[in-house]
Every structure is written in structure tokens, then in C-alpha cells.
T-cell receptor, first 117, second 111 residues
Framework: DAGVIQSPRHEVTEMGQEVTLRCKPISGHNSLFWYRQTMMRGLELLIYFNNNVPIDDSGMPEDRFSAKMPNASFSTLKIQPSEPRDSAVYFC???????????????FGPGTRLTVL | SQQGEEDPQALSIQEGENATMNCSYKTSINNLQWYRQNSGRGLVHLILIRSNEREKHSGRLRVTLDTSKKSSSLLITASRAADTASYFCATDAQAGTALIFGKGTTLSVSS
């Protein structure tokens, strides 16, 4: 079984450039999450989708960040323009919430390590 | 802000010893989960405990949950060098919503 797939695995860019991170969730999952991990702040939610619809984007730092989920098998996180403080590891996770079940396990991708110079 | 706080922040033990990590959280939860993260890698789900459960086992892992104290513990028995990693607790308010992570415990197991 393929797990959550993220690309690229590493990204080095210069300040001001646009960065696009990609995620393919596990087939059949209906929830998708974007998290960011830094030494200072740990793991934080950026945004999540249920059935391709954004539900909570309160964790998105500012308007420079945007996320889309055009279909059930693909999501992007875009930063434009990027800044050095955006340097972090960005994780995508997916889960399946079954009707009538109040548990779901989130499966994480390997992450994208972003460095903004 | 972080929901969970793990204790200790770092733990060093010898192979064969047991490792206990604790997690405290602030608000009511639906489920509590523990994840492992090896250095430079993604997070691997270890175990989920529901808010109405008190203890759960999976292999060498034992998780307890005390909702009255808003705390959980993860016990790894007979530790191995391969258990060296960071361990995070994470809580959710409802299935399909975001997990709120603690800052993690870094476990080092030496042979």
C-alpha cells in the first residue's frame, strides 16, 4: 500500500520565490491535513480538508500561504512570496473518518524540508 | 498553542530497560494518540486510545489515559536501540479534525 506521498522531499529557494508543495493522500481517505514542524513551535496545523472542502485554515500564517484540494487525490500548499521564516518541515497527513465512528488515525507523509535563503 | 506537554523532554536509557513518557493536555478530548518520529523522518502512528478507555496495549507498548487528570502515559517495555526516536502525544476534539501535538519526548536507547 502506498502511503501519503509528498513532493518534493527537499526544497531550497530564495526569498521572494513561489514555493508549491504537493501531497497525494492515501486512496479512499476523506480528510487531509497540512502541518508544519519547526524547532521553536513544534508541530502545528496549517489547514485541513474534509471531502476536499477546507474546514479550518486558522493555522495558515498569513495571506502568503494558500492551499487547495481540487480532488480527492491531490492537494497543494503554496507560499508566495516565500520568506526565510517559512523554513520548516511541512507534513501532509490523511485519514478516513467512517460514518458513525468517532476515531480516525492520521497517516503522515515523509514531509518536505523547505529552506528559504 | 500546544495542547499536550510531554514529560520528560529527553530520556536516556539502556537497552532492555523500560521507558515511560507522560503527556498532559488542557481541554476535553475525543481521542489521544501517540506517534513516533525518527530523526529527519515523518511521524508513525503507534496507538490510539479513546477518551472512554483507561488502558491499551500494543506489543511492547502500554498506554494509559486519565481524563480526570488530563494526562496519559506511554510505556515501552524491554526497549531496543531501534526505539530511539522522538515520541509525541496528540489529541483531537472529534474525528476528522486536527490533531494538537505536544512538543515531544526524545528517547535515546543505548546498547
Amino acid at each position: 500500500d502506498a502511503g501519503v506521498i509528498q513532493s518534493p522531499r527537499h526544497e531550497v529557494t530564495e526569498m521572494g520565490q513561489e514555493v508549491t508543495l504537493r501531497c497525494k493522500p492515501i486512496s479512499g481517505h476523506n480528510s487531509l491535513f497540512w502541518y508544519r514542524q519547526t524547532m521553536m513551535r513544534g508541530l502545528e496545523l496549517l489547514i485541513y480538508f474534509n471531502n476536499n472542502v477546507p474546514i479550518d485554515d486558522s493555522g495558515m500564517p498569513e495571506d502568503r500561504f494558500s492551499a487547495k484540494m481540487p480532488n480527492a487525490s491531490f492537494s497543494t500548499l503554496k507560499i508566495q512570496p516565500s520568506e526565510p521564516r517559512d523554513s520548516a518541515v511541512y507534513f501532509c497527513a490523511s485519514s478516513l473518518v467512517a460514518s458513525g465512528d468517532n476515531t480516525d488515525t492520521q497517516y503522515f507523509g515523509p514531509g518536505t524540508r523547505l529552506t528559504v535563503l | 498553542s500546544q495542547q499536550g506537554e510531554e514529560d520528560p523532554q529527553a530520556l536516556s536509557i539502556q537497552e532492555g530497560e523500560n521507558a515511560t513518557m507522560n503527556c498532559s493536555y488542557k481541554t476535553s478530548i475525543n481521542n489521544l494518540q501517540w506517534y513516533r518520529q525518527n530523526s529527519g523522518r515523518g511521524l508513525v502512528h503507534l496507538i490510539l486510545i479513546r477518551s472512554n478507555e483507561r488502558e491499551k496495549h500494543s506489543g511492547r507498548l502500554r498506554v494509559t489515559l486519565d481524563t480526570s487528570k488530563k494526562s496519559s502515559s506511554l510505556l515501552i517495555t524491554a526497549s531496543r536501540a531501534a526505539d530511539t526516536a522522538s515520541y509525541f502525544c496528540a489529541t483531537d476534539a472529534q474525528a476528522g479534525t486536527a490533531l494538537i501535538f505536544g512538543k515531544g519526548t526524545t528517547l535515546s536507547v543505548s546498547s
